[in-house]
Nanobody, 120 residues
């Protein structure tokens, strides 16, 4: 079964940083294009960031300049570095493969996600 494993969330204050990790499922080809999504309280899950196999990244407008997406090919893992966190960044963060050219539509079943709470 395909299930990616997210980790690294926590409770932080506004302005703090967190780095999320996503270990890609061994049931798929190594180092595929991956995306990060978040589901904030009372909202639908939304796309946040993406990284292609070669490492090109794309970020949703509200996180540009604050979030960075990267990957470690040896570890088959992608990361989301989140700086200058805001309360509106609060939510459960998930990673997933995505269909290229279709607005980052997710491919695989969702994992458990990792909770990020930004609050003073």
């Amino acid at each position: 079964q395909v299930q990616h494993a997210e980790s690294g969330g926590g409770l932080v204050q506004p302005g703090d940083s967190l780095r999320l990790s996503c270990v890609i499922s061994e049931a798929v080809d190594r180092n595929p294009a991956m995306a990060w999504y978040r589901q904030s309280p009372g909202k639908e899950r939304e796309w946040v960031a993406a990284i292609t196999r070669p490492g090109t990244t794309d970020l949703e407008a509200s996180v540009k300049g604050r979030f960075t997406c990267s990957r470690d090919y040896a570890k088959n893992t992608v990361y989301l570095q989140m700086d200058s966190l805001k309360p509106e960044d609060t939510g459960v963060y998930y990673c997933n493969r995505y269909y290229a050219g279709i607005g980052y539509q997710p491919v695989d079943p969702w994992g458990r996600g990792t909770q990020v709470t930004v609050s003073s």
